[in-house]
């Protein structure tokens, strides 16, 4: 549904997910405050209960783009009945802020029944512009990266969008943010201050995206051995005894898991020379900070869709016949015992040749 850009309007963005479903909303979010340059912008999410997952708002609190963060609960543990009836329970809340517009912003993988029980729901909470919502009907010529996909539906609704490729993630990141990393990361340090720097990744909340601890190991020992990097684990706190497995594998290294706040893991990310590590919110996370990713991906979902977004990326991806199960959990994991570490590493000898001879 066309409509035009009134001077004041109040914005209800409704959005699912957690580190990497958020970063992908972000051009998208730049691109709905370019074309409502005065509204009041809340963020509608989900927040997983008895969980440590990261929220939206973690990810963009104190960048500017939210005056508001509202939620409703969710958890896997929830039939899809209680999750419907959490979000029919807010709409009286909804009702008395009283919005005028909705950004719908949710994953592509959102079925026609929900899109449509959505749309009733936030009728109800008295919203009736809707922008982002009738471009999932033109998914036959969708771009194939999640962020691009976001944007195709706003350009539906007649907001003006970058080209495939070039959309910008921008977390306006404070002093302050930059400042507190800076003083953690100076503070894990002893004599390592003109040494390589490489961030590692090797946590998931799937089990069926973990490459293995020992293939991070190894690879990390290469490139101790011969270019005298200093690793830095980054993830969440059920990441952090992974981290100490590897660091005590590596003989050296920096533990960040569970260490940071998600904006300055942002940081610490960039002061890395590159990164290595499975399909996470952390690599897009790294992409978003400009920090070329050495992704290693399982099969199980489209390929392209949840790549790292930009160029110069390295992604290791293979073709097998159960690929697109969607599965969580796997018990064979073809499509990632068949990358090993030494092709990995050859790879980045490769593509990297610069960066690890310039210190």
Not at 54 to 63: D, G, K, L, P
Not at 71 to 78: A, D, G, L, Q
Not at 82 to 87: E, H, P
Not at 205 to 213: A, E, T, V, Y
Request: aromatic share 10%; proline share 3%.
């Amino acid at each position: 549904m066309l409509i035009d850009s009134p001077k004041k309007n109040k914005i209800l963005v409704f959005h699912i997910g957690h580190l990497g479903d958020s970063l992908m909303i972000l051009p998208a979010v730049l691109a709905i405050r370019r074309f409502f340059p005065d509204a009041e912008f809340s963020l509608y999410s989900g927040k997983e209960l008895r969980a440590r997952r990261v929220t939206a708002r973690q990810v963009f609190e104190n960048s500017g783009y939210f005056d508001r963060f509202v939620f409703f609960p969710k958890s896997k543990k929830i039939s899809a009945f209680f999750q419907a009836l959490a979000l029919f329970m807010s709409i009286p809340r909804l009702k008395l802020m009283k919005f005028d517009t909705l950004v719908y912003l949710v994953p592509s993988n959102r079925s026609v029944q929900q899109i449509e029980r959505d749309r009733k729901i936030f009728k109800l909470a008295g919203i009736h512009h809707f922008i982002g919502m009738d471009g999932f009907y033109q998914q036959a010529d969708a771009p194939r990266h999640e962020a691009d996909r976001l944007l195709a539906r706003l350009a539906h609704d007649g907001v003006e969008i970058p080209a495939v490729g070039k959309a910008k993630f921008q977390l306006n990141l404070s002093e302050q943010e930059k400042r507190a990393a800076d003083d953690w990361l100076v503070s894990q340090l002893q004599n390592e201050k003109n040494r390589l720097f490489v961030a590692f990744a090797p946590g998931s909340n799937m089990q069926s995206k973990r490459w293995g601890i020992a293939n991070f190991s190894a690879i990390g020992k290469k490139l101790i051995e011969k270019y005298d990097i200093i690793p830095v684990i980054f993830g969440a706190t059920e990441d952090a005894d992974i981290g100490r497995l590897l660091i005590k594998s590596w003989k050296r290294g920096i533990n960040a898991a569970g260490s940071l706040s998600v904006r300055q893991a942002a940081v610490a990310l960039s002061r890395c020379s590159f990164f290595i590590g499975n399909d996470t919110g952390t690599m897009h996370l790294a992409a978003a900070m400009h920090v070329r990713c050495v992704a290693i991906f399982s099969a199980r979902d489209e390929e392209e869709k949840w790549y790292p977004y930009g160029t110069g990326h390295i992604v290791f991806r293979e073709h097998i016949a159960c690929q697109g199960c969607m599965r969580d959990s796997c018990d064979h994991k073809t499509c990632l015992t068949r990358i090993s570490p030494l092709r990995v590493f050859r790879r980045v000898e490769k593509e990297f040749q610069d960066i690890l001879q310039s210190r």
